[in-house]
């Protein structure tokens, strides 16, 4: 009557692509990328956190020239009690008042200098270091550039910051002559990130000639590094007055500020532009904190004519490696002075500006032989106790 279903058939026949599929293996191609990926991030990362230190600070380029700089002038210091100055000569330690023709230019000195807030040599950091701001952390300076004014000190904070393992704060913090009071917390608020291994410096001008300063920065830590950038005392007169001059063209000559009485040949040491470039009695105060392994005496003249040279002597003294060579430097003709070759991230060299390297006016010659004469024992003294002698004579 019916034909009987045949075992071997089935009942149903359901399409294909309603039955369940197995799922393909990823191809070896993508685990392969997968993997590369995540070791490039990880390698990254590991690279962005060493250069976060070495990248934080764009030196600048500048031009080291013999009027390099502005900064604050302040009081002569007087000579600390019961020190021994038998060995220098006794007209520097008169007690003279300060005349209205040396006032003038303490007075145009007294504001705040471009230098202190420059814009050519600012703290920023790098996109690098911006991007990992939270590390490294703030310490005081283990090593502060302390003098002397027109002498350099710009010019070598700028090639320090060359080095990846130098951290410096670009303004002039002022802290052990004008801010002492606001205490150590603030200053170290000043002072830039650093990472295990690298330095925290800053350089203020005015703490060689500041009475106080050798005793607060040893109180602060008695291993401080210190550097001190010298130059030609009368040449260095010459253009502390010179930046005078710029700011104010109404005062008076060098030659009427040089003298308390001219036709006696007095000078009058009561102007600082005369006090300053008598380091040997300056120096005595730092010695009485300070041993002189600590301290470290770059020549002006030749951080011009041998930058890299002043630099080994600099960085061997900070302990650091030489990384800064001569290939770091040029010679512009122009100006007449060496130049870094390159800023962090710009492919184009530069010198600072128009600041830099002021034309002197001329001086009387008479009178810069009587100034000669009269720094040439401080000069003498201060080779025998810095070990060096610096050519001035």
């Known amino acids: 009557m019916g034909q009987r279903l045949s075992s071997s058939r089935p ?3 359901a399409p294909s692509w309603l039955l369940p599929q197995p799922q393909a293996p990823p191809p070896p191609v993508r685990r392969r990328l997968a993997l590369l990926f ?5 390698w990254l990362y590991m690279f962005l956190y060493s250069c976060a230190g070495s990248c934080a600070a764009a030196p600048g380029l500048l031009l080291l020239g013999s009027g ?3 900064r604050a002038v302040h009081d002569p210091p007087a000579p600390a009690p019961g ?8 007209l520097l330690f008169q007690t003279v008042p300060t005349t209205p023709l040396a006032a003038a230019p303490e007075r145009a000195e007294g504001a705040t200098s471009p230098e202190e807030q420059s814009p050519e040599a600012p703290d920023s950091p790098s996109p690098i270091s911006s ?3 939270g590390s490294g952390s703030k310490q005081l300076p283990q090593a502060i550039i302390i003098g002397v004014k027109k002498g350099g000190t710009r010019a070598l904070l700028e090639f320090l910051r060359v080095h990846p393992d130098v951290r410096a704060v670009g303004a002039e913090p002022h802290f052990f002559d004008r801010s002492y009071d606001k205490g150590l917390a603030w200053y170290r608020d000043l002072m830039p990130r650093t990472l295990d291994g690298q330095i925290t410096m800053e350089k203020t001008p005015s703490y060689f000639v500041t009475r106080e ?13 210190l550097i001190v950038v ?6 260095r007169a010459i253009s502390d007055y010179t930046q005078t001059l710029s700011k104010r063209p109404d005062i008076p000559t060098f030659e009427s500020l040089t003298f308390r009485n001219r036709s006696a040949g007095l000078i009058d040491t009561s102007w600082s532009a005369i006090q300053i470039g008598i380091y040997a009695k300056h120096l005595e105060l730092w010695l009485r904190h300070f041993p002189r ?3 470290l005496f770059v020549s002006g003249e030749r951080l011009i004519s041998d930058p890299a040279g002043e630099l080994g002597r600099v960085q061997d003294f900070l302990g650091l490696k030489r990384i800064i060579t001569d290939k770091h430097f040029y010679f512009n003709k122009t100006k007449g002075f060496p130049c870094l070759k390159k800023a962090e991230g710009s492919s184009k060299p530069h010198c600072l500006g128009k600041t830099k390297g002021r034309t002197h006016p001329d001086i009387d010659p008479d009178v810069v032989r009587r100034l000669r004469d009269f720094y040439r024992p401080f000069n003498r003294k201060f080779y025998q106790m810095t070990g060096h002698d610096f050519g001035w004579d």
Not at 83 to 90: E, F, G, I, Q
């Open 38 to 42: 995540a070791m490039l991030c990880v």
């Open 293 to 295: 392994r600590q301290m």
């Open 68 to 70: 390099s700089g502005s």
């Open 131 to 133: 991007f990992l701001s």
């Open 11 to 13: 009942c149903l026949h």
């Open 83 to 90: 020190s021994d100055h038998r060995a220098l000569p006794k």
């Open 230 to 235: 010298v130059r030609d005392p009368v040449t």
């Open 213 to 225: 300063a050798p005793a607060r920065i040893s109180a602060m830590s008695k291993d401080t590094k």
